[in-house]
């Protein structure tokens, strides 16, 4: 059975830095891109950034550009989201997600069991 797990987030004040990691747990993950996506209140869900297995990155949105990093540790089946220099505009909640091949799409292409649960940010100033 597939399990997307993150953990990380919460508040954090403006200029500050938090860290997201997402874990999958029974299903192959080396060879799947992974990415992260947010949802603001009353806002479509956006990409944020993407990963393929070989580190290839694609950004979905300049705005996080020099501030946010993805990564990922295919030995540990784990990704994270560096996110430095928040802005109140970052506050959404945030979720992880795999793909079933080693190319970054949007958020349509992920299938249900392989989004994470959802993590809220909320950045004050």
């Known amino acids: 059975q597939v399990k997307v797990v993150q953990s990380g987030g919460g508040p954090a004040q403006a200029g500050g830095s938090l860290k997201l990691s997402c874990t999958t747990f029974?299903?192959?993950?080396?060879?799947?891109?992974m990415g992260w996506f947010r949802q603001a209140p009353g806002k479509e869900r956006e990409g944020v950034l993407c990963?393929?297995?070989?580190?290839?990155?694609?950004e979905y949105t300049d705005s996080v550009k020099g501030r946010f990093t993805i990564s990922r540790d295919n030995a540990k089946n784990t990704l994270y989201l560096q996110m430095n220099n928040t802005e109140p505009g970052d506050t959404a909640m945030y979720y992880c997600?795999?793909?079933?091949?080693?190319?970054?799409?949007?958020?349509?292409?992920?299938?249900?069991?392989?989004w994470g649960q959802g993590t809220q940010v909320t950045v004050f100033s």
């Open positions: 029974g299903v192959t993950y080396i060879y799947s891109s």
């Open positions: 990963i393929t297995s070989q580190g290839r990155i694609t």
């Open positions: 997600a795999m793909f079933l091949y080693d190319y970054c799409r949007g958020a349509e292409a992920v299938r249900g069991p392989y």
